[in-house]
């Protein structure tokens, strides 16, 4: 695709849900990232892959976090029986290699009510 | 470890008049280092990257190895450039963010 896609744009869902949140990259890009951003706090590390393998999970808040990306291109983020403190908003970002110039998606919002 | 500090959240500035975005940064290696603009309703997108050393938006950053900061300016704001900034840093396989300043130019 021309972009970063990130699917759902918005999502609330009732505490204790679990929820996926879906990233395509752009297409050849071997590189994926995810990230969270909170009012105030800035864009947190989650995760990142390089191909289908994720080398650098430290940024995964809770065991309640997991990421998976299948095929080399789309990868799904799943969040686990969510807290409140999950709201934010979940960016995803891809490069061509590693270390290269990101490209971000535009989020995908999430409230947990 | 490597860590990048932003130490102004919120910078207000006047029209026409100089801007300076603080950053300065933590990394035991060579960093790498980008600035990353975020204007609104619009995705993160890439400012400029102190390798390139070229001008964007007539905004440009110094890697100051010495003090450890990557400071952005510009000597003239307009109001487009209201938007949040973030300064960003190469680490091993990753690439970390300040927690970003919010920048508005008064008209």
């Known amino acids: 695709g021309a972009g970063v896609s990130q699917s759902p744009s918005n999502k609330v869902t009732e505490k204790g849900k679990d929820v996926e949140l879906r990233c395509d990259p752009i297409?050849?890009?071997?590189?994926l990232y995810w990230y969270r951003q909170s009012l105030g706090q800035g864009l947190e590390f989650l995760i990142y892959f390089q191909g289908n393998s994720a080398p650098d999970k430290s940024g995964l808040p809770s065991d309640r976090f997991s990421a998976e990306r299948t095929g080399g291109s789309v990868s799904t983020l799943t969040i686990q029986r969510t807290q409140q403190e999950d709201s934010a908003v979940y960016l995803c970002?891809?490069?061509?290699?590693?270390?290269?110039?990101?490209?971000f998606g535009e989020g995908s919002w999430l409230t947990v009510v | 470890a490597q860590r990048v500090t932003q130490p102004e959240k919120l910078l207000s500035v006047f029209k026409g008049a100089p801007v300076e975005l603080k950053c300065n940064y933590s990394y035991s290696g060579s960093p790498e280092l980008f600035w990353y603009v975020q204007y609104s309703r619009q995705r993160l997108q890439l400012l400029l990257r102190?390798?390139s050393r070229e001008s964007i938006k007539g905004f440009t950053a110094d890697l100051n190895k010495g003090e450890t900061s990557f400071h952005l300016k510009k000597p003239f704001a307009q109001e487009e450039d209201s938007a949040m900034y973030y300064c960003?840093?190469?680490?091993?396989?990753?690439?970390?963010f300040g927690t970003g300043t919010r920048l508005t130019v008064i008209p």
């Open positions: 970002a891809s490069s061509l290699e590693p270390l290269n110039t990101i490209y």
């Open positions: 297409s050849g890009h071997t590189a």
């Open positions: 102190h390798i």
């Open positions: 960003a840093l190469t680490g091993a396989n990753n690439l970390f």
